[in-house]
């Protein structure tokens, strides 16, 4: 009995008894032979029923000797792979199909490949003989490419880290020269100057020094802070406790480029807060606050010195004042003062505001 009538070179069914199936399964023969991807027919015992041509010419199997048998009687026995034979044996039976398992389809004295398979059991009018669908697609290329983008990406980020920790060190280096510069200058002046740019060098080199264990370019906020704090307290505040330096903030992560901003604004104001707000040595206490909502967010430093009385220092629009206006414009922020009896308080916000950006207004520093 002749199984279709399909002219040579079209994939070959193994015969089929059943006239009622007749039509459906000459559906899926056409459907298996039009496909220009690896496709397998298989019956309920995973036996082969039909085999596109790019199955066979993808595997160097020659149909005419294939067709008939188990699936995993192909070529030398290297489909017979447990776990593929546990998935298909489920799916014939109705369980879930099979989507994209992946296994390596190993033959001797040929590169090994890297396949997935898709596995779907048909329903059609004659229930008591199911068809399973095969897909089958050579994916090692596609691995082999991600697992080179990996590599490359693994590589970026070494290098990134050294990048990181060299530039710190660098910084630091730059730092302690200007802090040497400092201690050696006559006038008070350039020492006070020579110390700001200091500190302004250490904000950065805090934040490199931080990132560089890590590919990452988002900073937990409050680790930085509390270090870059931890770092002007030691240099500008002579006696300990007389003057507490503390950091308050949330778990937000913030852009590496938005924390170096934030962390020169934290620089100038706590410097700020040092020379003017005790100017008769007395105790206090300075409060750096970072605080986040959704896409909003509002870094302040407060101090208990002597606020915008008469024994604080005129305002002027020095260089710390105009670092803070440039970088508070980069960040589309304003910079609100106010006089927070006792002491001093300034509010570096960012808010979201729907259809316009915030507008910088600064006060004098």
């Known amino acids: 009995m002749e199984t279709s009538g399909f002219q040579i070179g ?6 089929i008894s059943s006239k009622k ?27 082969i029923l039909a085999a596109s041509r790019s199955f066979c010419s993808a595997f160097d199997l020659d149909r005419a000797c294939h067709l008939e048998g188990s699936v995993f009687a ?8 447990p776990q593929l034979r546990t998935l298909l044996t489920a799916t014939a039976e109705g369980d879930p199909p099979i989507e994209a398992y992946e296994f390596d389809l190993k033959r001797p004295g040929v590169e090994n490949r890297r396949l997935a398979v898709n596995a779907q059991l048909l329903s059609y009018l004659d229930l008591d003989q199911r068809r399973i669908l095969v897909a089958v697609a050579d994916v090692t290329d596609a691995r082999a490419s991600e697992k080179a983008r990996d590599k490359l990406r693994s590589d970026n980020e070494l290098l990134l880290k050294e990048v990181r920790h060299r530039v710190a060190n660098s910084l630091q280096i730059v730092a302690s020269v200007l802090l040497q510069g400092a201690r050696r200058a006559q006038s008070e002046e350039a020492r006070g100057h020579l110390r700001d740019a200091h500190h302004r060098v250490m904000s950065v080199a805090t934040l490199e020094r931080q990132l560089s264990p890590t590919a990452s370019d988002d900073m937990p906020i409050g680790v930085y802070l509390t270090k870059l704090c931890a770092s002007i307290g030691d240099s500008m505040i002579p006696e300990v406790g007389r003057i507490v330096l503390t950091v308050e903030a949330d778990d937000a992560l913030v852009a590496a480029n938005r924390s170096v901003s934030l962390g020169l604004i934290t620089t100038e104001l706590v410097i700020n807060s040092l020379r003017h707000g005790f100017p008769s040595g007395q105790a206090g206490k300075i409060t750096v606050t970072y605080r986040t909502q959704s896409e909003a967010w509002t870094l302040e430093v407060a101090d208990t010195g002597v606020g915008m009385g008469p024994q604080s220092a005129p305002a002027h629009a020095g260089l710390g004042t105009s670092i803070v206006q440039a970088l508070a414009r980069q960040l589309e922020a304003t910079v609100e003062t106010h006089d927070a009896r006792p002491g001093l308080r300034v ?15 600064v006060a004098a520093v």
Request: aromatic content about 2%.
């Open 10 to 15: 079209e994939p070959v069914a193994a015969p």
């Open 21 to 47: 199936e007749d039509a459906a399964l000459s559906l899926t023969l056409a459907v298996v032979t039009a496909s220009h991807g690896p496709l397998l027919l298989l019956d309920r015992s995973l036996n």
């Open 74 to 81: 192909l070529g030398q026995g290297e489909w017979n792979v």
């Open 347 to 361: 509010a570096v916000s960012h808010r979201v505001v729907a259809g316009s950006a915030a507008e910088p207004a």
